[in-house]
């Protein structure tokens, strides 16, 4: 007993969890032998038989191991594949809400259907999160077999979908589909004027494959849905153009307010500020080219935006860079994800970066955009009842995902021990001196057959390495992720003898490469390759043993990436299931995470050594000192996307309050009640401001009723009311009952002129339509507070309080104006508008012709 106290007092975190869970994995094989004798029939009746528990009282808990026990057994005879004890536990993990971390090759795939079948069960939808639309498809059509099987539905919800498919899939108990393609839709549903247009049902489960690439590579950039506004490419232009005249501060590391240099780059934060003398550069420069008048200074209010317009261009021209950041492609700007290296052609940068990157590159300059919805994927979700993913690489992120998503991270041992022999660093004076030394790895890979997969941090130092193996006529793919399918098919080759593959920033995760390479399937599983034929069995093993023999997939990193976990990444394509393999990472004192984080001391050693051209050193010391380097960049990183956050949920709470009035007014069939409540408080707000106290000011009354008339169309005469009954002189608050009375009176008479169905419509309309106008106002203006609010902190302020103050004010300010101009329109609707228009809105009606509707009263709203 002694004993085994000790021995748990010992343990890590992470094995108390997986001993604790062990004893599940034991009964859910105890379970194994009593389906064995099921007839297919009765196998598939257990989906039934877990439906009825779980409504006559049964927890999803207690099904936990009855339906793994079924999955597997299924799995086992449609696939040919049983589920691994490891992969159990990856599966319980999942449905436990947390991040199963599972090396690459351990079969995630398999193990995600584990949870989404028991999760299932329920009815209420189960998303299974991709990185792309090909995974979404592949990993949808492959376990499809397998639900439907179980009698389950399966859905893909990917771009390009008409509204009716994208139901369809959600309405699926199981839907596979993409990060940004649930985010939009989630942002589109709630800008629909009915509820039969939306497509999502309430978020219960998200199960999310490579978690980390999702909720912490790509959760530094919100999702934006925008709206183009008025063309300003002249701008642009001439702004491009003058930015030429400025020079940069030469020395790196000084401060930020220089006395010489017009503007100072700080390349870790990404950032360009102009010095005092950049300052009263540009604004003699706009002065010279007539964008100011030479008596203005550059800090009138309607001057202060070309300052942020020069400091757009010169980032444009020194911080984002072609063939790294960007591509041109068809004259356009492709934005190149900086962490897989995919072209994400549907996105473009926001606040006017991308107009300068176009105005720079002279290409043609799109309309800026105003934002119309927004949502950062943090806040997306978590608005799941239940989350959870999995990775290769989420132990180094393990804070993060915890303190943001409230998820805890098991790291899963792999299926068989890993013998992959990850070799120290080398390190080289120069980038050429490096580059030489990967070719010369990757020419005595290709002698002894040796498959080679090199990572690269950019397209263009792909491309560079590329030439050169051109150049030795050394036969080779390069992967800059273009095409997704193509993707998948390189990397699934990228196993044969002696193959080379050059891959930006591990584009292709997702598919495994096998060791010999894949012929005829794309399973990724050894036991399910090439049944039919054995002819093709043969030729692969051949292949197969050719490769283990000479080592196995061999991993060279040309450079380190700023985090650690980008680096695991690609060194987990090798070595999957026990299979052979090395890694190595190459490094040079010009390469970016050394010149910007590596210790000083460091570069100054190795000169000191005498290291010489062409010769390289490894060293612990050395490895210890570059972690140190990425850690303070991973914290740096974390930093950023926490700050996005918390930015983001101070608006993340009156976000929920508009969508949550939106979603009552939609289901509400009428909405005629909540609008008499707010004729009457905007009629007290008008009379308050002429009335105070129990006075009556008989001098203001006829302003007041021309208040009244312009606004609410009161034709009465206030006069006339006291001269009826002299006591309202001294009741003040019944003559202002009296007056709302009278004006929403004349209201229902005009709203009653039309059927209920007529007007419920034009109320409902015009409410959301307000409601969605301001909201986009609302959110450019705390998007235009946010850029400036950090100059607070110059005058001993917390900007991000004095950001939470401002704004909470502006939708107050906000919530006003709605109330105001809903009246106002739906006044002016009633009262004018229908004399005219009657018949035009009614037709709209008829026909169904709904969008011709909705812009009737859109331009009914922009009059006013």
């Not at 978590?382 to 990775?391: H, P």
């Amino acid at each position: 007993m002694l004993s085994k106290l000790i021995n748990n007092f010992f343990l890590s975190r992470n094995e108390r969890v997986l001993k604790k869970l062990n004893d599940l994995v034991i009964k859910i094989n105890s379970l194994e032998k009593d389906l064995l004798n099921l007839s297919d029939y009765e196998l598939k009746k257990k989906t039934h038989e877990f439906k009825l528990r779980l409504k006559n009282g049964d927890t999803i808990d207690s099904l936990l191991p009855e339906a793994f026990s079924v999955i597997r057994e299924s799995s086992k005879r449609i696939f040919g594949m049983r589920h691994f004890d490891v992969q159990i536990l990856g599966g319980i993990i999942l449905h436990k809400k947390c991040i199963a971390e599972m090396r690459t090759g351990e079969g995630k795939t398999l193990t995600a259907t584990l949870p989404a079948y028991l999760n299932a069960l329920l009815g209420k939808g189960v998303h299974i999160v991709t990185m792309n639309d090909y995974l979404a498809k592949r990993d949808a059509n492959k376990n499809r077999i397998l639900f439907e099987f179980l009698g389950l539905s399966v859905g893909i919800n990917i771009s390009g979908m008409s509204q009716e498919e994208k139901k369809k899939a959600y309405l699926a108990d199981i839907t596979y589909g993409t990060n940004h393609e649930y985010g939009f839709d989630y942002l589109r549903d709630n800008m629909i004027f009915c509820n039969t247009e939306k497509v999502q049902r309430k978020l219960y489960f998200a199960l999310v494959d490579e978690v980390d690439s999702i909720l912490i590579d790509e959760a530094r950039t919100p999702l934006v849905i925008s709206g183009s506004i008025e063309n300003s490419s002249s701008l642009y232009n001439h702004i491009n153009s003058l930015v030429i005249y400025l020079t940069p501060k030469n020395k790196k590391n000084c401060n930020k307010i220089c006395k010489t240099g017009d503007f100072y780059i700080d390349y870790k934060q990404r950032q360009v500020y102009l010095t005092e003398i950049g300052l009263v550069k540009v604004e003699k420069l706009l002065v010279k080219h007539n964008f100011i008048l030479k008596k203005e200074s550059l800090y009138l209010s309607e001057n202060i935006f070309f300052i942020h317009h020069v400091i757009l261009a010169l980032k444009a021209h020194y911080l984002f860079l072609k063939d790294i950041d960007y591509i041109i492609q068809n004259k356009k700007i492709i934005i190149v994800d900086e962490h897989t290296g995919r072209l994400m052609s549907s996105r473009r940068w926001s606040d006017g970066l991308h107009q300068a990157i176009e105005a720079k590159e002279n290409v043609f300059i799109q309309n800026d955009n105003q934002t119309l919805a927004t949502i950062t994927l943090q806040n997306y979700f978590r608005l799941y009842v239940k989350l959870s993913g999995m990775t290769g690489t989420a132990a180094t992120e393990a804070v993060e995902f915890n303190s943001i998503y409230k998820l805890d991270t098991v790291v899963i041992p792999t299926n068989k021990p890993m013998i992959r022999k990850d070799m120290p660093d080398l390190v080289y004076l120069s980038k050429q001196d490096k580059i030489n030394a990967i070719i010369s790895d990757i020419r005595s890979c290709v002698r002894r057959k040796q498959p080679v997969l090199v990572g690269t941090v950019s397209i263009e130092k792909s491309e560079q390495i590329s030439k050169l193996l051109s150049k030795l006529n050394i036969k080779h793919n390069v992967l800059n992720a273009k095409i997704h399918s193509q993707e998948a098919l390189i990397i699934s080759k990228a196993g044969e003898p002696g193959a080379v593959t050059i891959a930006t920033n591990m584009a292709g995760r997702g598919t495994d490469i096998v060791l010999g390479g894949i012929l005829i399937d794309n399973s990724n599983d050894k036991r399910y390759l090439f049944k039919k034929n054995s002819f093709i069995l043969k030729l692969w093993r051949d292949k197969n043993r050719l490769v283990v023999k000479s080592g196995g997939l061999h991993i060279i990193g040309t450079e380190r990436h700023e985090s650690r976990r980008i680096d695991n990444q690609l060194r987990g394509r090798s070595g999957r299931q026990g299979d052979p393999g090395s890694s190595r990472f190459y490094l040079s004192l010009d390469d970016s995470l050394m010149r910007l984080f590596a210790s000083k001391s460091v570069i100054h050693f190795m000169k000191t050594i005498g290291m010489k051209e062409g010769q390289s050193i490894e060293h612990p010391w050395l490895s210890k000192s570059i972690e140190q380097a990425q850690k303070k960049v991973e914290n740096q990183n974390f930093d950023s996307r926490k700050q996005l956050l918390e930015y983001d949920d101070i608006i993340n709470e009156q976000r929920s309050v508009i969508y949550n009035e939106r979603n009552k007014l939609i289901n509400k069939s009428s909405i005629h009640d909540y609008i008499l409540c707010i004729l009457k408080d905007r009629i007290h707000y008008c009379i308050k401001q002429y009335i105070s106290g129990n006075t009556i000011n008989l001098d203001s009354f006829f302003s007041l009723e021309q208040e009244l008339k312009n606004n609410f169309y009161f034709i009465k005469s206030i006069n006339k009311f006291l001269e009826h009954d002299t006591t309202l002189y001294e009741n003040v608050d019944k003559l202002i009952d009296l007056i709302v009375t009278t004006i929403q009176f004349s209201y229902n008479n005009n709203t009653s002129s039309v059927l209920k169905k007529y007007s419920n419509m034009i109320e409902k309309s015009v409410m959301l339509q307000i409601l969605d106008i301001f909201w986009t106002e609302h959110l450019n203006a705390v998007d235009s507070l946010r850029q400036s609010v950090y100059l607070r902190g110059y005058a001993q302020q917390d900007p991000q309080q004095e950001y939470k103050r401002e704004s909470f004010f502006m939708f107050q300010s906000m919530l006003e104006s709605i109330k105001n101009n809903v009246i106002k329109t739906l006044i002016k609707i009633f009262f004018i508008d229908f004399e005219k228009e009657k018949n035009i809105y009614l037709n709209f009606i008829d026909n169904k012709d709904f969008n011709s509707f909705h812009l009737l009263i859109r331009k009914s709203i922009e009059i006013i």
